[in-house]
């Protein structure tokens, strides 16, 4: 039996491998860790074992009393253990965690719990009053569109977005009207085809995609985000299995080097003009960051959020999210922050991705999804439907585009395509790994955040046209 060490990640689910015989952690790498490898001990949530057990209990007991705070760092412990504990049983399962296993079960077990009443009455006020009541949802969301705007390169962005910007623009607008008009043809509805479905899925996450969207629908329409949220996950999640089968697919079909046509198999390089793949290079990420500069970046993005909302109460016609959106990006284009600011904003919001997606998704599951309107949507032939062939267009749409101007089609159809179709994160490690390529990785972090924001602004436009449907 293998004993090579792993180190999970609690925000995407992924399990890497160290090198064998690497040694103790440095101090700086076990700073910088999220979870530490095996050999460190039994963890749960990055805390040892024992220690995970007793907080828990603590917070247990204070719910099942009635004294657990309704307050915003009560909502922090009990969604960063919970997540962090099924993000760990999730693991425990080789070969469907990387089916998403991990992010499924943070999605899906808390509500399943509350439906069946066993989630204590004051844990479940505390958690929703955390999300909605607090504004926990806002603080991520906000936080990931900056980061992800921001801590793009200007360079890459003016550069290499005109070439990338063909199989991403082209391969959502494909997407959109050929699953609107399938959602039309079957009586699904169009306008439900786009935004019920493709949209979330295409949003290349969950926390850009289908969370977002559904405080915009009920915004516009005048309705709840619950009314929305069991809909809009259970297609995210079910497109992300499909990704993964297809990218599967692929890699069994090109690893002995087949080639359908000039241009079909890249062998994992995206592009077949030479000397070009650094254009669309993204920096890696910093191992560490300061305090001062986590700061920085909550203040900018808080107040690109304010300006955000700002906007939107005197030009309604699209949501606050959408004008962060436009601020962060013309920021960038103008250059108008220097240098440590980007990268402040971009530091801060992968701290957060790093380590509260489980807490998110957590949160939602108990404030917004409601399990039988997840299995009404599950138990729907149509819904099935339209989410697999949602993949199906993405994929087959962005390989061709990408193929065009000169990518190669299976790499392009994997990147953007899939990536964009998956739940980002753990969504991109399985789909990259499922189809052999993960030195695709920078190409997926440029999808995540040029398409996830481009998605949700072009949201923004459509939902005017649901609230008029409604």
């Given at each position: ?12 689910g ?9 040694g ?24 040892p ?7 828990a ?5 204070a ?78 969301v906000?936080?990931?569109i900056a ?12 550069k ?48 850009i995609?289908?969370?977002p ?36 697919l ?11 046509f ?11 003009v ?108 149509m819904f ?49 790994s ?32 649901l609230?008029?449907?409604?």
């Amino acid at each position: 039996m293998s004993t090579t060490p792993r180190t999970t990640d609690p925000a995407t689910g992924s399990v890497e491998e160290e090198p064998a015989g690497s040694g103790p952690a440095t101090p700086v790498a076990a700073s910088r860790a999220v979870h530490h490898s095996y050999p460190r001990g039994f963890r749960i949530a990055s805390l040892p074992g024992a220690i995970y057990f007793v907080l828990a209990a603590l917070l247990l007991a204070a719910a099942l009393t009635g004294n657990l705070p309704d307050s915003m760092i009560a909502g922090f412990a009990v969604t960063i253990l919970l997540g962090g504990l099924l993000i760990w049983i999730g693991n425990l399962f080789p070969v469907i965690r990387d089916y998403g296993l991990p992010t499924i079960l943070c999605t899906f077990v808390p509500a399943t719990l509350l439906f069946l009443g066993l989630l204590p009455e004051n844990l479940v006020t505390v958690v929703q009053n955390f999300v909605s009541g607090y504004g926990f949802l806002d603080f991520f969301v906000v936080t990931i569109i900056a980061g992800s705007i921001l801590g793009m390169p200007r360079a890459l962005l003016l550069k290499a977005g005109p070439r990338f910007a063909v199989p991403v623009i082209g391969c959502l607008a494909a997407t959109f009207l050929l699953v609107g008009l399938l959602g039309l043809v079957t009586g699904f509805g169009f306008l439900e085809g786009v935004l019920m479905i493709a949209a979330p899925i295409m949003a290349g996450g969950l926390g850009i995609g289908a969370v977002p969207m559904s405080e915009m629908y009920a915004a516009r329409t005048g309705g709840t985000s619950e009314a929305f949220m069991g809909d809009l996950l259970s297609a995210v999640v079910v497109a992300n299995i499909v990704c993964i089968l297809i990218a599967g697919l692929y890699n069994g079909l090109t690893k002995r080097g087949t080639q359908l046509f000039v241009g079909f198999n890249g062998n994992g390089q995206l592009l077949r003009v030479q000397g070009r793949a650094g254009d669309l290079a993204m920096p890696e990420k910093k191992d560490i960051s300061s305090f001062i500069a986590l700061g920085k970046g909550l203040a900018i993005a808080g107040c690109l959020f304010v300006l955000g909302n700002l906007v939107g109460a005197f030009l309604p016609v699209l949501h606050p999210y959408a004008w962060t959106i436009i601020a962060a990006a013309l920021i960038k284009i103008f250059g108008l922050f220097p240098k440590e600011l980007e990268e402040a904003n971009s530091e801060w919001g992968d701290m957060i991705s790093s380590t509260m997606v489980p807490a998110l998704l957590v949160g939602v599951s108990i404030t917004y999804i409601k399990i039988d309107d997840v299995l009404a949507s599950l138990s729907n032939p149509m819904f099935i439907l339209l989410t697999v062939c949602t993949v199906i267009i993405a994929t087959v749409t962005s390989g061709f585009l990408g193929w065009l101007v000169k990518f190669n089609f299976v790499e392009a159809a994997i990147t953007p395509g899939l990536v964009m179709a998956d739940t980002g994160g753990s969504g991109d490690v399985s789909v990259l790994s499922a189809a052999n390529r993960m030195h695709l990785m920078p190409f997926a972090a440029l999808t995540n955040r040029v398409g996830g924001a481009l998605v949700l602004f072009l949201t923004s436009l459509l939902v005017p046209l649901l609230a008029g449907a409604a």
